[in-house]
T-cell receptor
């Protein structure tokens, strides 16, 4: 059974800092990994999807990496802003399976202080 | 292009009642998945529908059911509500072409069971 862990559970940083969020998964036979953002009481917004054949994916100030062999992914946020404050979740599909049935980590609650 | 919409956004019910939640996917998306989010368990997969058929199912009791209509809109029903069913219910849609596409989430329906 796939298990996804995110460390740390919460992170507070001053504005302008670069930061890294971590995601680990137990079964490396995945096709891809997704990072989402969730604002309080809201739905999820897809940030990045990394295919297993890729090692990195970038979108603006966000950069996500994937190392299947070690079962790890990181989300790097450059020059953090107060608007980045949210919960960040990573999710993987089942072993060899599609994205219709994702397993999520519990998330990292990020607070960026002005 | 309109995003995923869910109705109602908020709902208050009492134990023993039943509830129906609705999800309209992004136009052209054929797969709809449902998730339950609680502070203790995080996001958990409920079920997924494609072409009016349930393709995947999570580990939830039979009180949780769903269906999909020919226009890809989906509903989920929870019968005999329990206090523990209080949660944010999210639906997600995708094109369902390869199974590797990004999942797009709606804003969720927050259900409170008293």
């Amino acid at each position: 059974k796939q298990e996804v862990t995110q460390i740390p559970a919460a992170l507070s940083v001053p504005e302008g800092e670069n930061l890294v969020l971590n995601c680990s998964f137990t079964d490396s036979a995945i096709y891809n990994l997704q990072w989402f953002r969730q604002d309080p009481g809201k739905g999820l917004t897809s940030l990045l999807l990394i295919q297993s054949s890729q090692r990195e994916q970038t979108s603006g100030r966000l950069n996500a990496s994937l190392d299947k062999s070690s079962g790890r992914s990181t989300l790097y946020i450059a020059a953090s802003q107060p608007g980045d404050s949210a919960t960040y979740l990573c999710a993987v599909p089942p072993r060899g399976g599609s994205n219709y049935k994702l397993t999520f980590g519990k998330g990292t609650l990020l607070t960026v202080n002005p | 292009k309109a995003g995923v919409t869910q109705t109602p956004r908020y709902l208050i019910k009492t134990r023993g009642q039943q509830v129906t939640l609705s999800c309209s996917p992004i136009s052209g998306h054929r797969s709809v998945s449902w998730y339950q989010q609680t502070p203790g368990q995080g996001l958990q997969f409920l079920f997924e529908y494609f072409s009016e058929t349930q393709r995947n199912k999570g580990n939830f009791p039979g009180r949780f059911s769903g269906r999909q209509f020919s226009n890809s809109r989906s509903e989920m029903n929870v019968s005999t509500l329990e206090l523990g069913d209080s949660a944010l219910y999210l639906c997600a849609s995708s094109l369902a072409a390869s199974g590797q596409e990004t999942q797009y989430f709606g804003p969720g329906t927050r259900l409170l069971v008293l």
